[in-house]
């Protein structure tokens, strides 16, 4: 038990730690461009994922060429974010842009969980699930207009 709560509370740090990366390059890319503000994150990340790799990785049966290429889809999807982040920040604000983030990744997890897509155990929508996404939903709005009354 106290080993998932510690892991939770590491997954909150980490959704903390994306805020302060998306306020950050947010700024960047207004100064440099979307495309040199990513590609800035991805160079530093390929870097120190690569020291790491090479200090503290243990060795594994399967290399990533190995694997169904499906499963190197995930990787584009970084790209993606980072780059959709970096433009909406500096418009719609850090807080704002990181709830619909949370939103979208919601409601596709419910999704992923409910169908058991790309290979996960099936978990069921119930209705403090939907519940939750509705709030969650409702929560954006508010932030949204709240933040646009300020700012418009």
């Known amino acids: 038990m106290m080993s998932l709560i510690i892991l939770l509370a590491l997954v909150v740090a980490a959704g903390a730690i994306l805020s302060v990366q998306a306020a950050i390059n947010g700024r960047l890319g207004e100064t440099v461009g979307v495309l040199r503000s990513s590609l800035l994150t991805f160079v530093v990340g390929t870097v120190l994922t690569g020291l790491l790799i090479v200090f503290f990785e243990p060795a594994h ?3 990533l060429l190995d694997v169904p290429k499906w499963q190197l889809g995930g990787a584009l999807f970084g790209v993606v974010y980072m780059m959709v982040m970096v433009g909406a920040v500096p418009r719609v604000g850090t807080a704002v842009a990181t709830v619909a983030v949370i939103v979208g990744q919601l409601g596709m997890g419910m999704l992923i969980d409910n169908f058991g897509w790309l290979g996960n155990p099936a978990i069921e ?23 646009s009354r300020v700012t418009g």
């Open 61 to 63: 049966a399967v290399s």
């Open 125 to 147: 929508l119930s209705g403090s699930r939907g519940l939750a996404m509705v709030l969650l939903g409702l929560a954006l709005v508010l932030m949204y207009r709240s933040s």
